[in-house]
Each structure stands twice: as C-alpha cells, then as structure tokens.
C-alpha cells in the first residue's frame, strides 16, 4: 500500500526557517514526480513545488521561488522542503504528493504537516 | 499561468439530488483536468482523471466530462458520504499546476 508520511511542521516565527520531510513506501520512490501542496486554514488548495524522479528539475510556485528548496533523496525514499524566511501567508497545512507529471494527477496524499508562522 | 475557476462556490442539496459542478479553464487544457474530494481534517481523494475517468475505488455515481475549457462532475445520486469540497486542477501546463478554488456541498 502507498504511503506518504510528513513531518518537520511547527510554529515558527515569521523570517524563521522549517524542513519539512515526507518518507514514502509501498512503491518504488524513485519512478516517480513528487510535489508538495500547500492548504491554508479555512482555504483552497495550492501546489507549490514539484521535483523530477532524478531531481534534475525542481518547480516552484512563485510565491516560494528563492525561498523554499525541494528536494530527495531515494536511497531513503525521502522528499524534503527547505522553507527560509518564512511569512505569515506560508501558514497552513503542507501535503507531500505523488506525482506531478504533465498531463499527469494526485493520486496519493499524504495526511498532511501544520506550519504556523507567527509571533 | 493558467487560471481555474469553479461554480458554483458553493450548493445545498439533499440526498439523493443530482449535482452538477462546472469548472473553466482561462485556456484550452484539452482533456488534462482532474477532480478532487476533501473532507474536514482530510488530505483530498482523487475522483476522476483526464477529465473523465474513474479513479478505481470511486463510486459509479461521480462522472466527469469536457475538454478544452469547460468541464462538469456531475454527482448522479447524492449519499450523505459526499457532503464535501469538490476540486478540479489542471495538468495541462505547469508550473504552477493550479487548483480550482473549490465547491462546497452541504446538506440542504
């Protein structure tokens, strides 16, 4: 069975920084596209970065751009999220995915890590 | 960036109505459009991929259709289980790979 399993959410003051990580199983990492989206409290869905099976190319939403890093590391089938100066607009939940292909779709979430940046 | 836009933002319907949802895209997106449930608390499910197709474990009752712009999910016969928040998002041209801003439906 897939599974995707974040972690690394906290509170963090605004400027602060925050990695997040997601460590999947159940099927061979390192086939596939991973994306992380992002949901802030009470709104809609939002993709934010996406990353190659290689990591040889690495999208951004560009709200993120020069701030957040996406990254991996199959060997331990493994997504990471380096987010720096992090904002007040930045605060919600953040879903690692798999997939992010073109003309591809999400089929498996993760449940899902809080950020809350604030004072 | 392509845009996505939903309607309604949200309906009241009763168990057992049919339900029609429409989404547009600001630019043909051929068939690369797909349908999500969320549900308080939860991470989204997927529903239905390019445009029409039934993720597997998804109940007969969800059907989609449209191309190019203009797509609809329709729910055939409302269960109390699908009182939830509907996306679509689009996989046509990315980055970004933009989300509908969704469709609440609550129980009339």
């Known amino acids: 069975e897939v599974q995707l399993v974040e972690s690394g959410g906290d509170l963090v003051q605004p400027g602060g920084s925050l990695r997040l990580s997601c460590v999947a199983s159940?099927?061979?990492?390192?086939?596939?596209?991973m994306t992380w989206v992002r949901q802030a409290p009470g709104k809609g869905l939002e993709w934010v970065a996406n990353?190659?099976?290689?990591?040889?190319?690495?999208y951004y939403v560009n709200s993120v751009k020069g701030r957040f890093t996406i990254s991996r590391d199959n060997a331990k089938n493994s997504l990471y999220m380096q987010m720096n100066s992090l904002r007040g607009e930045d605060m919600g939940v953040y879903y690692c995915?798999?997939?992010?292909?073109?003309?591809?779709?999400?089929?498996?979430w993760g449940q899902g890590t809080l950020v809350t940046v604030s004072s | 960036d392509i845009q996505m836009t939903q309607s309604p933002s949200s309906l009241s319907a009763s168990v057992g109505d049919r339900v029609t949802i429409t989404c547009r895209a600001s630019q043909s997106i051929s068939r690369n459009l797909n349908w999500y449930q969320q549900k308080p608390g939860k991470a989204p499910n997927l529903l239905i991929y390019?445009?029409?197709s039934l993720q597997s474990g998804v109940p007969s009752r969800f059907s989609g259709s449209g191309s190019g712009t203009d797509f609809t999910l329709t729910i055939s016969s409302l269960q109390p289980d699908d009182f939830a928040t509907y996306y679509c998002q689009q996989s046509y041209s990315a980055p970004p790979f933009t989300f509908g801003p969704g469709t609440k439906v609550d129980i009339k």
């Open positions: 990353i190659k099976q290689d990591g040889s190319e690495k």
């Open positions: 390019t445009a029409s």
């Open positions: 995915v798999r997939g992010g292909s073109l003309g591809g779709y999400f089929a498996w």
């Open positions: 159940g099927f061979t990492f390192s086939n596939y596209w």
